[in-house]
């Protein structure tokens, strides 16, 4: 039986040797026995040893046709013992795993989330990072270009958005294969009722062939379509649009599409994922020159900064290079003679990072989720090593058997290494189940903004899920594997099971600890980005957003009289008196709806647009600058205050009375005042709005701070002028408070405006709250999925303790029995199993404490408002662990105190 | 009378026919092959070696080493359930073959 595990692998040197010297010993045999034969018929001893040998045949070749076939045989053998073997023991561990069903569903239970978790962070990342925007080809040589400048003195700004000038200089760049621009905007698709608000991409003819896209169906522009300044009103359709507005239909080439009450002809559809060289989706291509428009000479201005531009490095050309290249070719190209663009340089960056050149938050975070998620993989594999370790601990006895019985160490590392292979590989299968549950809803509720036309589990995904499972299988099996190694069979063999059953094992304390640290790290992680949410949602703005329904109401593009089209002065006014009298009517008919709480409009609103005018103060020289910028004003009617739940502080809100003619008045926020009257009263000071010709405008009220963009914001002086005696500012918007839910109103006001005014294009009603929830995605990201990987491993550890302990209590039944026989009470008996878990479990906090503490400031960055240390955190997790680890002890506790000695005597 | 060489392909079964009786070592197939033929085959030694491995290699023999009568170490040979099962259809196939070769070379017909 020994010989046959020798074979296990394959033939070792020493077989041959053998094989060799049997065929040897056998022809040997032979010719003796014919030789004895031939001399008992009467030959002479030569003569014989001559005769045997020409009978024989060709000794040498036939010796070596001999060993050939031997060899061979022996191979094909050693071959199928093997796969016997591994049938065998394949066999034998889905036996032993099938009688004990609880045990194997915990451990698989454990590694499908575990595994699951990991799959399904990959997934994220794949696509938010690694496999680059779909149908782009070599992303990983397409750049960026950003320019980097100071606008205030001290404070660097670094964007993407640059005039299309720069793409024309790029043109010649010898170390970049081509450079592209594009832009995207929100415009109105349709008309009327059907119509809708769409991402349009607008982009350079060579943008496409750049990134390395081919048309679905039909093509995307031609050089002779986007020759600016007034290309050719042609469309490419994004796939997901023309399945939604066309129904996928074939002849749609050669059809129209309008796109802000303009038509255009659509020449192809772009493939399926297809996003330009962001992941968010883009309905409609256009070309740039077809739909640009910010002013008549936009391909050569520097003032109009509205495009990003792209290049793709030659082979071999690295960005720092190409970059030095881009930044000498704008210094040559500049004609402007803006301070800030005088002194810009240009850089280059890969295209996945953000306008103005930092990672994107939802990456960073992810990439820490990834972290945590194999974390969370660890504590499981620390439970299921565990829980391998104490059955090892008590099969031990068969085990030591099985050895003496013939069976090898190999044999068993082998038998061993099936088992959690196979636990792992069933782990695996659950745990695609849970990354492809786990993903969808992710993707959903938690980046939906990023184009998903993949599976949640694709072929790099289950390849991933493979490659974790192997790993994680040779991990679970490490320990197992060591302890029977190093196990000695004699004194397994001679002891009984149950003696020693209870003896501490210091890899087992030592798991046992490393999962409760583990644990309090991530939950430490999932209690600062909880709170860091908490906060960002209950960020005092100064506006409630969350209250307030934004509408933008928008009319066609009107040809004027005018030169090439445009509107004459007349006209203009015209036009403006007309939507003036518009939201006039909007407001009155607004304001009568029973379900509307206030309303009012604006020129500059929250999270949308914000405007700068020249401002004097009389009695100073300068006005004082502010890192958050500004002064900033707003034009706005009465009740915008309280139609946007700003509060007034000082001083009296604009009324109906304050409009065009009446007495000019202002009202300013609190660091206005502050800062340009200290220690005064700002009510009844003076500003000169404008030009310096003008009258005083009188400040008539103070008003608390409020965010204009983003949720971090330094304070900024803001003041606000009654509608109709701004000048030089325009664009409203009107603004509603409904008393109850928003989302109900929308459908109601969309209504009512459009039947004010029917020429009306789109209307777009949203919740001020969307302009403000791409920001808050990242900590709704990290504190969603940083509870669950928290809540998942303090499960795990949970169950791990919880299971070690109870086998641990059921293998010391005898020892329980004779200290109760020896009159140790209940309470005791309940105390010292308690302990065993809770002093582990201190351990353990204590080190994920110190890991937390150290790690907490790589995570600085990524709350909001909050400590990595922050005290109400660190003890909420700690009492957290401490009430898991004794849920996770009572009931062995409680169970191990009924034990009764005398059926537990008994039963050894 | 000049001896006979087993004709190519029927060396093999013969082997098996010889094992079917009892386990044997090398030597002990050729004498058996020897005096069966009552003296008219003369099997080369290389050739019946070949054959045993041949043989073992399909898996119709097995061997062992075991210990001859006087006491010297020898490989014995023994046929297995699919040697049976190939000495029974390959003797049938010879059988047959043998019976139409003799009634064409008999002239039956002539």
Same mark, same amino acid.
Request: net charge positive.
């Given at each position: ?23 040897? !010993? ?50 094909? +053998? ?22 004990? /069903? @609880? ?50 003195? #001290? ?56 990134? #390395? ?9 031609? %050089? ?47 493939? $399926? ?40 490095? %030659? ?98 590392? #082998? ?18 189940? @849970? ?10 509720? *938690? ?176 006005? /004082? ?21 700003? $509060? ?9 009375? !304050? ?18 009257? /200290? ?7 003076? *500003? ?14 103070? @008003? ?12 900024? +002086? ?6 109709? =005696? ?24 969309? %209504? ?15 919740? +001020?709250?969307?302009?403000? !929830?791409? =920001?808050?995605?990242?900590? %709704?990201? #990290? ?44 309470? =005791? ?80 | ?87 029974? &259809? ?7 073959? &043998? ?12």
């Amino acid at each position: 039986m020994r010989s046959r595990f020798r074979r296990y692998l394959r033939l070792p040197l020493r077989r041959l040797t053998t094989i060799r010297a049997q065929v040897d !010993d056998e022809i040997a045999l032979h010719i003796e026995l014919r030789i004895e034969q031939l001399i008992g018929k009467g030959l002479s001893r030569k003569e014989a040893e001559s005769e045997a040998r020409r009978r024989f045949g060709a000794l040498p070749a036939s010796r070596r046709r001999m060993f050939t076939t031997a060899r061979r045989k022996e191979r094909h +053998m050693s071959v199928r013992e093997s796969w016997d073997a591994l049938r065998q023991d394949w066999r034998y561990v889905l036996r032993t795993l099938r009688l004990e /069903p @609880v045990f194997t569903l915990t451990i698989v239970l454990t590694l499908a989330l575990g595994i699951g978790a990991n799959a399904a962070m990959f997934g994220i990342i794949d696509r938010l990072l690694l496999r680059g925007p779909t149908h782009v080809v070599d992303s990983d040589r397409l750049q960026r270009v950003y320019v980097n400048t100071e606008f205030t003195p #001290g404070e660097k700004a670094t964007f993407s958005a640059i005039p299309f000038a720069m793409y024309s200089a790029l043109k010649d760049a010898r170390t970049v294969e081509g450079a592209a621009a594009f832009a995207r905007n929100k415009l109105t698709v349709g008309r009327g009722e059907g119509s809708e608000l769409v991402d349009i991409g607008l982009a350079t003819w060579d943008f496409f062939p750049l990134v #390395g896209v081919s048309a679905y169906r039909g093509r995307f522009f031609t %050089k002779e379509e986007d020759l600016p300044p007034t290309g050719t009103r042609v469309a490419v359709l994004g796939y997901d649009l023309w399945r939604r507005r066309f129904g996928g239909d074939e002849s749609v080439i050669g059809k129209t599409i309008e796109i802000s009450g303009e038509v255009y002809a659509i020449v192809g559809v772009a493939p $399926r994922g297809f996003t330009s060289v962001r992941l968010q989706p883009i309905g409609v291509w256009v070309p740039m020159s077809a739909l640009s428009r910010c002013r008549p000479d936009w391909p050569t201005t520097w003032q109009c900064q509205w495009v990003d531009v792209i290049v793709r490095l %030659k082979p071999g050309m690295t960005p720092h290079s190409a970059a030095a290249e881009t930044n000498s070719l704008y210094k040559g190209a500049y004609t402007g003679k803006s301070e800030s663009w005088l002194k810009a340089t240009m850089s280059l960056l890969p295209i996945h990072y953000n306008g103005d050149g930092t990672e994107p938050t939802e990456l960073s975070v992810s990439r820490w989720l990834m972290g945590v998620s194999s974390v969370v993989l660890l504590v499981a594999c620390a439970n299921v090593s565990n829980l391998l370790l104490v059955r090892a601990f008590r099969r031990r006895r068969e085990i030591a058997v099985r050895m003496v019985l013939g069976i090898t160490r190999l044999r068993l590392v #082998g038998l061993l290494l099936t088992e959690s292979l196979v636990l792992a590989g069933v782990g695996a299968i659950g745990g695609l189940a @849970v990354a492809n549950w786990g993903g969808q809803l992710t993707r959903v509720l *938690l980046l939906p903004n990023v184009e998903w036309s993949q599976a949640a589990v694709d072929s790099r995904v289950f390849l991933f899920s493979l490659l974790v499972a192997l790993a994680t299988g040779l991990l679970i099996g490490l320990f197992p594997v060591l302890q029977a190694m190093a196990s000695e069979l004699g004194a397994s063999l001679k002891a009984g099971t149950r003696e020693g059953g209870g003896r501490r094992s210091p890899i087992r304390a030592a798991l046992t600890i490393a999962q409760a640290a583990l644990s309090v790290v991530l939950l430490v992680g999932a209690g600062l980005f909880v709170k860091s949410l908490w906060n960002v949602e209950h960020l005092d703005m100064g506006i409630e957003p969350d209250r307030v329904l934004a509408i933008t109401a928008e009319w066609p593009r009107t040809q004027g009289t005018g030169k090439a089209g445009a509107l004459t002065n007349d006209e203009r006014i015209a036009r403006r008196a007309y939507r003036s009298q518009f939201y006039d009517r909007a407001l009155e008919r607004v304001r009568a709806l029973g379900s509307i709480e206030a309303a009012t409009a604006a020129v500059g609103t929250p999270f949308s647009t914000s405007f700068g005018v020249d401002l004097r103060v009389p009695g100073r020289d300068s006005i /004082p600058e502010l890192p958050g910028g500004g002064p900033y004003i707003a034009a706005v009617r009465s009740d915008f205050f309280k139609t946007v739940g700003t $509060r007034l502080l000082q001083g009296r809100d604009f009324t109906a009375a !304050d409009r065009a003619g009446s007495e000019l008045v202002v009202i300013v926020n609190q660091t206005m005042g502050r800062m340009l009257w /200290p220690n005064e009263q700002a009510i009844g000071k003076c *500003l000169i709005i404008g030009a310096d010709t003008m009258p005083c405008s009188q400040v008539v009220g103070v @008003v608390e701070d409020s965010h204009r963009y983003e949720l971090r914001e330094k304070p900024a +002086m803001q003041y606000y002028v009654p509608m109709g =005696q701004e000048i030089g500012i325009g664009g409203t918007d009107l603004l509603v408070r409904p008393r109850g839910d928003l989302e109900d109103t929308i459908e109601l006001l969309r %209504k009512e405006l459009q039947s004010l005014d029917p020429t009306i294009l789109f209307l777009r009603i949203h919740p +001020m709250r969307n302009a403000i !929830d791409p =920001q808050v995605r990242p900590w %709704k990201l #990290g504190a969603s999925l940083f509870a669950i990987f928290g809540g998942l491993a303090l499960l795990i550890a949970a169950l791990g303790l919880y299971s070690v302990i109870a086998y641990l209590v059921s293998h010391r039944t005898r020892e329980l029995g004779i200290r109760m026989a020896l009159g140790a009470r209940t309470a =005791q008996i309940r105390g010292m199993i308690l302990q065993e878990g809770v002093v582990l479990t201190l351990i353990g906090i204590a080190a994920g404490l110190v890991f937390a503490l150290i790690g907490g400031r790589f995570v600085n960055d990524l709350l909001f408002d909050t400590s990595p240390r922050d005290p109400f955190v660190l003890i909420a997790v700690v009492s957290a662990m401490l009430l898991t680890a004794l849920a996770a002890s009572t009931l062995p506790a409680w169970r191990a105190a009924r034990v009764d000695p005398v059926e537990a005597l008994r039963a050894e | 009378m000049q001896k006979l060489s087993p004709i190519k392909g029927t060396l093999d079964v013969m082997v098996l026919k010889a094992l079917s009786w009892t386990p044997m070592h090398g030597f002990e197939i050729t004498c058996w092959l020897e005096e069966e033929s009552a003296g008219a085959l003369e099997v080369e030694d290389s050739a019946l070696y070949q054959a045993l491995y041949r043989l073992e290699e399909r898996g119709y023999v097995e061997a062992e080493w075991g210990v001859t009568e006087n006491n010297r170490k020898a490989r014995y040979y023994r046929i297995t359930t699919e040697g049976r099962a190939q000495l029974k &259809a390959e003797s049938a196939r010879l059988l047959r073959y &043998a019976a139409t070769l003799t009634a064409i070379l008999s002239g039956a017909r002539g």
